[in-house]
Nanobody, 125 residues
Framework: VQLQASGGGLVQAGGSLRLSCTVS????????MGWFRQAPGKEREFVAA????????YYADSVKGRFFVSRENAKNTVYLQMSSLIPDDTAVYSC???????????????????WGRGTLVTVSS
């Protein structure tokens, strides 16, 4: 399976961006989807996740109320709408897919099924 994130770029603080992650090679609806980010010199951190049906959504505290995750199963795509961006949001954002049971703790480990390449988001002050 391939996961490809897109939509990154340079944005001023307070601005918005929408990231997309498209999945190919497997049945999209078999997978819960998650977003992660890694800032320069820092470890990767969880951002948001959405279950197969979209009925369960989970956010990191640092983005709650500013970022919104959604999925469009007909397009095999998961989105991350980011608003009120701050310089600390600067990172490479990537997506992951997991076919196991929905547990929030899984999004804080490294045993997810598939990981994709990221897209760079730079927030200027």
């Amino acid at each position: 399976v391939q996961l490809q994130a897109s939509g990154g770029g340079l944005v001023q603080a307070g601005g918005s961006l929408r990231l997309s992650c498209t999945v190919s090679g497997r049945t999209f609806t078999n997978y819960h989807m998650g977003w992660f980010r890694q800032a320069p010199g820092k470890e990767r951190e969880f951002v948001a996740a959405i279950s197969r049906s979209g009925g369960n959504i989970y956010y990191a505290d640092s983005v709650k109320g500013r970022f919104f995750v959604s999925r469009e199963n007909a397009k095999n795509t998961v989105y991350l709408q980011m608003s009120s961006l701050i310089p600390d949001d600067t990172a490479v954002y990537s997506c992951a897919a997991d076919s196991n049971a929905w547990y929030r703790t899984r999004w804080h480990g490294s045993s997810l099924d598939y990981w994709g390449r990221g897209t760079l988001v730079t927030v200027s002050s």
